[in-house]
């Protein structure tokens, strides 16, 4: 067992967790965070995509242990005072989701990438999620929703 | 737009943004795997590394001993009480079939065959476990090759059936009666096309894992489950398992996407079962990715070797088709009837005077195969659209021409097909026009002659696809006559609660579809209640008792209408007690926005006035049964079909065979629109679907029958990087079977967009001398097939 300390939607947590346990795992089993969702075992589809320290991490493919001393974000955690973040309200207004198992990954990962670029073009913004799987969408709304929340959003 | 506005207007046809979003979009979600139970235990598998053998010994007793380790189950100890897994779509009277159990007991017919468990405290200790376990196989020969096992004196997948074909199917328009002999056709045609077209193998990949957890701790034993089909999978269970019917509640909750992967009843479903009975305490099993590539059925996996016979004038007088379906190992749920479902699709919206479709169901040592979006329709719409662009080619008429050379007039419907289907509605010639104008057809078509004109490294393909589709698996008389093995109705409840507001409940359970916006739109017209007074419950046998599920664009056209006519008794039964608040009669009484008016007065109550009464039942006509709630059973008249026309432009470069779609257009009609939003959503990831198909996916297995694409590494998933942006639009050629008009939309975007892609590669290279190129079309198939026709081959 290792000690961890870590922040995590703004709460602080000591734990002690095996060294083999997945922050995805953290996350959901000992936290009760289970917005965080795991949708594969190579790091492909992206749906357990939260932030580290404000920047994106697919959180089946790093330890627990190695978020010590760092702040997580999850999905659970963006919206304030019980008003969506613009990007989730922009996935909620352009229908950029279905099942909506992808969608708190997909979420995260619009954030970062918004946060690197503000004014993304289309083909940036399709770039940009490639490491994010949707099966429902097609994309074409995902892509409209960052659009959205970019505020105007970039030249396509 | 106010909010009084926006109740005043209808809300069927409205873009109506999702209910379900707001715990989707904030992880307040109800996934299987969330569940944690008192006492809980994790379940994990042991699968078999080769695709056929006998079993020898299993050595279980260092997993048994193995920390946290609870319980170890082989086949052996399962093998009195897991019965068979269901195949519930035997299409033949002499239907062959091995027995499918859910573990493997003596022997496994495909990798990834389940052949032990380990129950264990944690899901870490119970996969640590499954390492333990010893199992020794003695290998038999794998048949893996569709063809080869098909032929006689093939090595068996499974040598007690004696043979690999399972069944064959023949339908005839002679004898049928609904058209002429198709030899005849071909002997007297003027030319005939022959081809050979490979639908291969794909998984569903929805992006949810399946999981199971199983309470056994009360009366009624609950199974949560990723599934599709909740009230389906309760009766299977009961009658696979011999539960009682009654002990079982079956919940599926939130489900992370299915597209048909999800409509079985698992393996690993019954075994959580037979676990958590046998230990008596709750038991979880997720799987991970890899093994649901392996397990999880797949789809398509087909060969068809058509022939298609006309006139020179474009005129097409037969169509001749001969499958080969590889069913995998073992028959699911209804795994040999999807190509049957094509059986009425090959002949699309043409009016072919003879038509003959034979399929042969064929196993392998594969995974198995069963409904994968669109399921059999796909499939038979690649065949006759790639046929058709081929005709044209070889006549030099322009497809689209020779398309309506040969489509149903829309004047001519109701149309009866050489199939034997009565398409109630359509109109192809206003579908088609609008995606010409849309795509720039001709301007398109002038670009593609000047490049082929400079010899541009770069060559231009415009490809087509005017499809139509059988939806809702329906009406229930149809599906007896085909041997399957249940009905096609759905039924719905409104309940009237005593505060105004509403519950629906509906047997069709959603996995993304929207049932709970587009049921409370319905419903709310109906009612003339606001559509946020609607609470729309679904998933859960205890809630919605009586279900036939979400499959087969079935849900609208079917669970739709059911809530709509459980709506309209509501308003029937609030009538009377109306009539009695107001001392008026019930004829005397019109109904709309919500309200009762005594004609020619003022005088009113609202169906909340009334339910509050009635609920009260105070004062009710004599012998009213004082209860608003109603229910409805919809069994359709008949398959809704939705058509459409999509058009897609690939410039393919010649130098390194890369195909990228430059502009994809698709004008469907599916009919009357609820949610025009919804509809759009589903028609863009339909299309995606069946654009992956053309470029991207393929389930392929090695010479000894490893899966090699076994991860989404391999298994090539578009991602947004990969797909353009699609322009869709729609027409609306109402339905005449059900009083909304509506057709299903959930498979058209896959069924149409496949034969579009291909068509458009093939036609970018057809100057070439190609004539085809097997999907998925890949830069390196590509590539080779230009190698192989500028050396003088054919591709």
């Known amino acids: ?83 969506l973040h613009p990007v989730q309200q922009a996935f909620h207004d352009t229908h950029a989701l279905q099942c909506g198992f992808c969608t708190p990954g997909m979420i995260m990962q619009s954030i970062d990438l918004l946060t690197e670029n503000p004014k993304p073009t289309e083909a940036e913004i399709r770039l940009g999620l490639e490491g994010n799987l949707c099966r429902c969408t097609g994309y074409q709304n995902i892509v409209r929703a960052v659009q959205q929340a970019s505020s105007g959003g970039g030249e396509s | ?64 001993q193995a920390s946290g380790v609870l319980l170890v189950l082989t086949g052996q100890d399962l093998a009195e009480e897991q019965g068979s897994l269901p195949n519930a779509w035997p299409i033949t009277d002499d239907q062959k079939a091995p027995p499918h159990p859910a573990m493997a007991v003596d022997r496994v017919a495909f990798a990834g065959e389940i052949v032990a468990a380990i129950i264990a405290r944690s899901a870490a200790e119970a996969r640590d476990a499954a390492e333990l376990v010893d199992v020794e196989y003695e290998e038999l020969p794998v048949v893996l090759d569709l063809d080869a096992a098909s032929k006689e004196g093939a090595t068996l997948a499974h040598p007690d059936l004696g043979t690999n074909v399972s069944a064959t199917w023949v339908f005839d328009s002679a004898e049928a009666g609904s058209g002429s002999n198709v030899d005849d056709a071909i002997r007297d045609s003027e030319v005939t096309i022959e081809r050979t077209y490979r639908q291969q193998r794909l998984i569903p990949g929805f992006i949810e894992p399946r999981s199971v957890v199983v309470d056994p701790t009360h009366e009624q034993i609950t199974m949560w489950s990723a599934t599709q089909i909740p009230h389906v999978l309760k009766l299977m269970l009961a009658l696979t398992t011999d539960t009682p019917e009654s002990k079982l509640r079956v919940i599926a909750p939130d489900v992370g996407g299915g597209f048909g992967g999800k409509l079985q009843v698992t393996p690993e479903e019954v075994i959580t079962l037979l676990a958590a009975k046998r230990i008596g305490r709750p038991v979880k099993y997720t799987e991970t990715r890899s093994e649901n590539m392996v397990s999880g059925h797949h789809g398509r996996d087909q060969i068809q070797r058509l022939t298609l016979a006309a006139n020179r004038d474009g005129t097409v007088t037969g169509f001749k088709v001969d499958l080969l379906a590889d069913m995998g190992a073992y028959l699911g749920l209804v795994t040999s009837g999807i ?56 006549l030099d008429i322009d497809p ?221 006509p004599d012998g009213y049964e004082p209860s608003l709630d109603s229910e409805a059973t919809v069994d359709p008249e008949n398959f809704s079909f939705p058509h459409g026309t999509h058009l897609c432009a690939v410039e393919v470069d010649t130098e390194t065979g890369e195909a990228k779609i430059r502009s994809y257009v698709c004008v469907d009609d599916v009919g009357s629109v609820v949610n025009p939003l919804i509809v759009e959503g589903q028609v863009h990831g339909g299309v995606a679907q069946g654009i992956a198909q053309a470029l991207y996916e393929e389930a392929i297995h090695d010479e000894s029958g490893t899966l090699v694409t076994g991860s989404l590494v391999d298994y090539l998933v578009p991602s947004a990087a990969d797909l353009p942006t699609f322009g869709s639009d729609r027409t609306e050629t109402p339905a005449t079977s059900n009083p909304l008009g509506v057709k299903g939309v959930g498979e058209a975007g896959t069924i149409a967009s496949t034969p579009a892609v291909v068509n458009a590669i093939v036609d970018a290279l057809r100057p070439m001398g190609i004539n085809d190129v097997p999907m998925p079309c890949s830069p390196h198939r590509i590539w080779q097939a230009i190698q192989s026709a500028s050396s003088g081959g054919q591709s």
């Open chain 1, 1 to 83: 067992m290792a000690q961890i300390n870590v922040n995590v939607d703004g709460v602080a947590y000591s734990d002690d967790v095996e060294p083999r346990m997945l922050l995805a795992q953290y996350l959901r089993e000992r936290l009760g965070k289970t917005g965080t969702v795991i949708g594969c075992d190579t790091s492909n589809c992206g749906a357990c995509t939260v932030h580290l320290d404000g920047r994106s991490v697919k959180s089946c493919a790093m330890f627990a242990v190695q978020a010590d001393g760092h702040d997580v974000t999850t999905i659970e955690g963006i919206a304030s005072n019980g008003e």
């Open chain 2, 339 to 394: 190509p049957i479902l094509g059986a009425f699709m090959f002949n699309a919206i043409y009016k072919f005077p003879s038509y003959r479709f034979t399929c042969t169901n064929v196993f392998t040592n594969k995974t198995w195969t069963d409904a994968y979006r669109g399921a059999g329709r796909p499939e038979a719409t690649y065949a006759i659209e790639r046929m058709m662009d081929e005709l044209a080619a070889e």
């Open chain 2, 1 to 64: 737009m106010t909010a009084v506005e926006e109740r005043a207007a209808a809300e069927v046809g409205r873009p109506r943004k999702r209910k379900e979003d707001r715990r989707l979009i904030t992880g307040r979600t109800r996934w299987t795997d969330n569940l944690m139970l008192p006492g809980m235990l994790h379940m994990a598998m042991v699968r078999s590394p080769i695709a056929h053998g006998r079993i020898t010994s299993i050595d279980v007793q260092a997993a048994s």
């Open chain 2, 400 to 620: 689209l021409e020779l398309r309506e050379k040969n489509w149903i007039k829309h004047e001519e419907f109701p149309f009866t097909t050489v199939a034997g289907l009565e398409y109630d509605s359509g109109n192809y010639e206003a579908a088609t026009a609008k995606a010409k104008e849309m795509f720039g057809y001709d301007d398109l078509r002038r670009e593609q002659a000047e490049r082929r004109e400079r010899n541009d490294p770069v060559q231009l393909g415009i490809g087509i696809s005017t499809y139509t589709e059988m939806c809702g698996l329906a009406p229930s008389r149809v599906l007896g006559a085909l041997s399957y093995g249940a009905g096609g109705w759905e039924h719905a409840s409104v309940r009237m609660l005593a505060s105004g507001k509403v519950e629906v409940i509906t047997g069709s359970s959603a996995h993304g579809q929207g049932h709970e916006t587009a049921w409370s739109q319905i419903v709310a017209d109906r009612l003339g209640v606001p559509f946020e007074d609607i609470e729309v419950l679904h998933g859960d046998t205890h809630v919605a008792h009586k279900g036939m599920d979400t499959y087969g664009s079935r849900s609208l056209t079917i669970g739709g209408i059911a809530a709509l006519r459980a709506a309209d008794k509501v308003v029937e039964k609030a009538r009377t007690v109306a009539a009695h608040m107001l001392e008026a009669n019930r004829d005397d009484l019109e109904f709309e926005g919500g309200k009762f008016t005594v004609k020619g007065t003022d005088k009113s109550v609202t169906i909340g006035d009334v339910a509050l009464h009635t609920f009260a039942a105070h004062d009710l």
